[in-house]
């Protein structure tokens, strides 16, 4: 009988560490739940639910959507040194795959998109996975941005009812500065690259050592951009209006529990602070969202307890639920089999 040595597929799905990570989001979520809906009127919470206007809801939705699609256009620049001008589709494809994915385990959807690209337009999926790294740099600029113009639009009790807020912006811009800098001079200084992965491969079986030399290149191809500089004006501005979208996608749902007079600069707040807890390492911010969206509204707003928290649920299960079930289309028509996703062969990055 011989035995089969080819290359055994690698099975990384809830087991061993993704299991772990799964395990604490899902205790997170949890725990982040508990922390919302603690001590709150049942009752009351349902009539308002009840109440809400779901015509305001479903245009709030429609902004949420609009965002993905300026974000898969906006994609398709960050992919075009690696390939010209992929089609809107595909990209929107992924995009919506993607964040089906964060809603089942946080921040799959970051290695899923690579993947899917790669199927779809069949291009480097290590080079993906930069553009997707380059894409989250630029989007934690952005809310830095929205950090900053906070005291512009707000001149309540901002710091005393969030004094991390002001430590934790200039931590990550530190961190995401630097890390910046140096993918940046890596990218440009491919020596250097070279120099470093040498060093590093002395350690390593000369197989492994070619393989992660081609997968550091290729990574760094997703920053190739910048060498474009009407590719990174566009991606700069379909930045803002991504995140513009965003803010109008919470201001429209005020109107669905009659709090349209807080006005675009609430909505302003609202976004940058529940963007903390969508970031959170919870199933598509689930719990961790409803906390920081509700205490937002309730501390610097004064919004009844119940309403803010029923703002929240609606919200969030609307975007939820919609972009689930959108994500889950494309992944059944595109057949993106979940097997080929998180169990590749050795070398597989095509």
């Known amino acids: 009988m011989v035995q089969d040595l080819s290359p055994r597929p690698r099975s990384v799905w809830l087991t061993g560490r993704r299991g772990l990570q799964y395990a604490i989001s899902v205790l997170l979520t949890v725990l982040f739940l508990w922390i919302a809906f603690r001590g709150t009127d049942g009752p009351r919470l349902l009539a308002s639910l009840r109440e809400a206007n779901y015509w305001w809801i479903g245009l709030s939705f429609v902004c949420l959507l609009a965002s993905h699609l300026v974000r898969a256009f906006r994609w398709r620049f960050l992919l075009d040194p690696i390939k010209p001008k992929i089609g809107l589709r595909h990209l929107f494809s992924g995009v919506m795959i993607g964040y089906l994915f964060n809603n089942v385990l946080p921040r799959a959807g970051e290695l899923v998109r690579p993947y899917v690209i790669g199927r779809l337009e069949r291009i480097s999926k290590s080079s993906a996975l930069g553009t997707i ?40 811009t530190l961190v995401t500065g630097g890390g910046l800098a140096i993918l940046v001079v890596f990218m440009v200084r491919r020596d250097w690259t070279d120099v470093v992965m040498r060093g590093m491969g002395r350690w390593l079986p000369a197989p492994f050592e070619m393989r992660l030399q081609r997968t550091v290149h290729a990574f760094l191809d997703g920053f190739l951009f910048l060498k474009n500089p009407a590719n990174f004006v566009v991606i700069i501005l379909t930045s803002m209006v991504v995140w513009f979208l965003y803010i109008l996608m919470v201001y429209v749902a005020f109107f669905a529990f009659g709090l349209g007079s807080l006005g675009l600069g609430a909505a302003v707040v609202v976004q940058t602070i529940s963007s903390i807890g969508v970031a959170m390492p919870t199933p598509g911010g689930t719990g961790s969202y409803h906390v920081f969206t509700s205490q937002t509204l309730m501390k610097l707003f004064g919004v009844d307890p119940v309403v803010a928290l029923s703002y929240a649920t609606v919200t969030h299960a609307a975007g939820y639920i919609g972009v689930t079930i959108i994500g889950l289309y494309y992944f059944l028509h595109d057949q993106i089999g979940s097997a080929g996703m998180f169990a590749q062969k050795e070398g597989d990055d095509a």
């Open 133 to 172: 790294v380059v894409e989250r740099i630029i989007d934690t600029f952005t809310f830095l941005f929205l950090v900053v113009l906070l005291p512009f639009v707000y001149d309540g009790p901002l710091l005393d009812s969030f004094p991390w807020l002001q430590r934790a912006g200039i931590v990550v």
